[in-house]
């Protein structure tokens, strides 16, 4: 697949919440379809972090989820949206090392308080919104900078 700059891919993934057994093939599905685009590592390898990030975070605190990836010629939109637990305090979620993972998250080796501030950290463009008890929206940009 050649990446031209009128092209625009969109697609959607849908994760079940607590459940790992697939964690991790939206984020291997991501990084597969941005190199076959031809686009910078840097950029793939941020793609593929935060939408690991954000899988993780809906399998570990939602009952399902969704995560997009829209893909121009400018920039990468990768959107989260879960329907669970949500944030009480967006702010203090977003320290690293802060965490609100059960026992069991963290005995499969997740829940280690770093996921929302990878997602900031990666992103270019960072927006969070989160009710309790009804779950979260994320929006990431990543800006694609022209090699020509």
Not at 127 to 133: F, K, V
């Amino acid at each position: 697949m050649t990446f031209h700059s009128d092209s625009v891919y969109k697609k959607s993934f849908h994760i079940e919440g607590k459940t790992f057994q697939n964690a991790g093939y939206v984020s291997k599905e991501v990084k597969t379809l941005l190199q076959n685009m031809k686009l910078p590592q840097d950029i793939v390898r941020r793609a593929a972090i935060i939408t690991y990030e954000a899988e993780i975070n809906i399998c570990s605190y939602a009952i399902r989820g969704d995560i997009t990836i829209e893909i121009s010629h400018k920039e990468i939109i990768i959107e989260s949206i879960d329907e669970g637990q949500g944030i009480d305090n967006i702010e203090l979620a977003m320290r690293e090392g802060y965490s609100t993972a059960d026992e069991e998250i963290i005995r499969m080796g997740f829940g280690a308080g770093m996921g929302l501030s990878n997602l900031k950290h990666f992103s270019d463009s960072f927006y969070i919104t989160s009710q309790a008890g009804k779950g979260t929206y994320i929006k990431m940009v990543i800006k694609i900078k022209n090699t020509d």
